[in-house]
């Protein structure tokens, strides 16, 4: 045994016990509730507003709501769009992972393969089946794949996902772009109606309510809904990314054998100053 891995024993008191925390979805309240928060202020707003002033209007809601789904749908193969429900679903519902968390199991299998070899690894399959991303990372290291190749697959794999779901957050952000660009498409519908009919005054609030209504939508569903949700995904992706490259990290360095501490190192460089871990002090 190493004198590394032998004081590693001493400090950890044995061999690592792997245990992998399989990801959790839970809602994003933040999220739901900020929606929610910000349409309660607005549906205030204009319940203690004065006059009778009807803010419902529906030729306004289809050009601006049908409109943007329409040409956002433009900018997209139908392959892509039919994943859209899916992707707004994700803003919802979020995939709790634990960057120290996922360096200190990390560091668990990364001092099981030094202390006991590469094929010790197979011991732990079923806490791995927890994590299939990871799982197919340790059939890799398992299996023989030098470092190199490990970071060219994984890397491959890496750079697919956030691909993916850069697409998906831009469709989201294409519609935030779109949504006011339609409310301003409604409110010249609006004005060109008022304006051919001003000999007829019952006409011009129909029309003028047009004009302001879409603006008024298109505002909403662009800067208050599709903005933040094409954000929030662009957060979660680059949190996902992260928690794959450790793991990318920690299998390129165990394939080449090197030291667990150089590896708590370099996964220490990779996360948050809070989120670090002494997984040898």
Do not use: C, W
């Not at 061999?15 to 929610?36: M, N, Q, W």
């Not at 409109?67 to 707004?88: C, F, N, Q, R, W």
């Not at 001092?111 to 690894?121: E, I, P, Q, T, V």
């Not at 079923?126 to 990871?134: H, V, W």
Request: aromatic letters at 4%.
């Amino acid at each position: 045994m190493s004198s590394d891995a032998a004081q590693a024993q001493a400090t950890r008191g044995g061999d690592p016990d792997i245990r992998i925390k399989a990801p959790s979805v839970k809602p994003d309240f933040a999220t739901i509730l900020g929606l929610l928060f910000v349409m309660g202020l607005i549906i205030a707003a204009i319940a203690m507003g004065s006059g009778n002033a009807n803010f419902i209007n529906g030729p306004s809601f289809l050009i601006v709501v049908l409109g943007t789904m329409a040409a956002t749908s433009i900018s997209y193969t139908g392959d892509e769009l039919k994943h859209v429900p899916g992707i707004i679903g994700n803003t919802l519902l979020r995939r709790i992972r634990t960057p120290s968390i996922m360096a200190t199991q990390l560091m668990d299998i990364a001092f099981l393969a030094r202390k006991k070899g590469l094929l010790a690894l197979t011991s732990a399959e079923p806490e791995l089946r927890k994590d299939p991303f990871l799982a197919r990372a340790v059939q890799l290291v398992t299996d023989g794949y030098n470092g190199d190749d490990i970071d060219h697959v994984l890397g491959q794999e890496v750079d697919a996902l956030a691909e993916r779901h850069r697409r998906s957050a831009s469709v989201i952000r294409r519609g935030s772009e779109i949504a006011p660009a339609m409310g301003l498409i409604g409110t010249l519908v609006g004005l060109v109606q008022m304006l051919a009919q001003l000999d007829d005054p019952s006409s011009i609030g129909p029309a003028m309510a047009l004009a302001l209504l879409t603006t008024f939508y298109g505002a909403i569903l662009g800067t208050i809904v599709l903005a933040p949700l094409a954000a929030k995904l662009e957060r979660n992706s680059n949190d996902e990314t992260m928690i794959k490259n450790m793991v990318l990290t920690a299998m390129g360095s165990i394939a080449r054998q090197e030291n667990p501490r150089r590896l708590e190192m370099m996964l220490n460089s990779e996360i948050p100053p809070e989120e670090r871990i002494k997984y040898f002090d």
